[in-house]
C-alpha cells in the first residue's frame, strides 16, 4: 500500500489558470507537510499542518492555499498560476513522537506553467 | 538560516568503490538526517543521528556527526550501480523539528 500518495503525477497548464494537487497518507500521522522543489533540486518548505491546523506558513504567495479536510489529507490549490510556479511539489507526513520529525514524502507533482 | 550544504555538488565512481558526501551547516542542531531521491521519485529517508551521536551505521551506510565542525558525513560503502540518486542531509534545530533541507549531492554510479 502507498503510504503518501498524490495526484496528479504531472500537471501542464497555462498561466492564469487555478489548479489543485491532492495528498493522502494512511501513516496515521498528525503532520503534513507541502515542499516545493526547483530545477537546481532545492526543496523547501511551504505548508506544514498538524491535525488539521496550519503551523506553519512560509514566505509563500497567497494564490497559495492549503486545505486539510481531516489529518489523512492535505491539499494544496493554486490560484492564478504563473511560470515562476513551474516545479515539482513534494506532499510529506511525518509521525509526532516529540523528539524527531522524520519525512514520508509522496512521489511528486511536476506541475508545468506554460 | 540552518539549511545544510551538501558537498560535493556532484559525484562520480565505479561500482564497487566508496563514496563519501559531507554536510556543513551554521547553527546547533537537534538532529541530522539524511536522504536519497532517485530520479523523478521523491525523497527517501535513510539515516537519523541525534546531536549526542557520532556515528551510526544502517547496511552499507554509515554516518557521522562532528558537532565542533557543525558537519557530517554520509559513506556509502562498496557501491553499486542502484545507489545512483541524490542524497540530501536535513537539520532541525531550537524548538522545531521540522527538517530544513540542503541542496543534494548527486551521486553517479557507474557499472
Known amino acids: 500500500d502507498t503510504a503518501v500518495s498524490q495526484t496528479p503525477k504531472y500537471l501542464v497548464t497555462q498561466m492564469g489558470n487555478d489548479k489543485s494537487i491532492k495528498c493522502e497518507q494512511n501513516?496515521?500521522?498528525?503532520?503534513m507537510y507541502w515542499y516545493k522543489q526547483d530545477s537546481k533540486k532545492f526543496l523547501k518548505i511551504m505548508f506544514s499542518?498538524?491535525?488539521?491546523?496550519?503551523?506553519i506558513n512560509e514566505t509563500v504567495p497567497n494564490r497559495f492555499s492549503p486545505k486539510s479536510p481531516d489529518k489523512a489529507h492535505l491539499n494544496l490549490h493554486i490560484n492564478s498560476l504563473e511560470l515562476g510556479d513551474s516545479a515539482v511539489y513534494f506532499c510529506?507526513?511525518?509521525?509526532?513522537?516529540?523528539?524527531?520529525?522524520?519525512?514520508?514524502f509522496g512521489p511528486g507533482t511536476r506541475l508545468t506553467v506554460t | 538560516s540552518q539549511q545544510g550544504e551538501e558537498d560535493p555538488q556532484a559525484l562520480s565512481i565505479q561500482e564497487g568503490e566508496n563514496a563519501t558526501m559531507n554536510c556543513s551547516y551554521k547553527?546547533?542542531?537537534?538532529?541530522l538526517q539524511w536522504y536519497r531521491q532517485n530520479s523523478g521519485r521523491g525523497l527517501v529517508h535513510l539515516i537519523l543521528?541525534?546531536?549526542?551521536?557520532r556515528e551510526k551505521h544502517s547496511g552499507r551506510l554509515r554516518v557521522t556527526l562532528d558537532t565542533s565542525k557543525k558537519s557530517s558525513s554520509l559513506l556509502i560503502t562498496a557501491s553499486r550501480a542502484a545507489d545512483t540518486a541524490s542524497y540530501f542531509c536535513a537539520t532541525d534545530a531550537g524548538g522545531s523539528y521540522i527538517p530544513t533541507f540542503g541542496r543534494g549531492t548527486s551521486l553517479i554510479v557507474h557499472p
Open positions: 543521528i541525534r546531536s549526542n551521536e
Open positions: 499542518y498538524n491535525n488539521k491546523e496550519l503551523i
Open positions: 510529506a507526513s511525518s509521525p509526532e513522537d516529540g523528539r524527531s520529525y522524520e519525512q514520508y
Open positions: 547553527t546547533s542542531i537537534n538532529n
Open positions: 501513516l496515521g500521522h498528525d503532520t
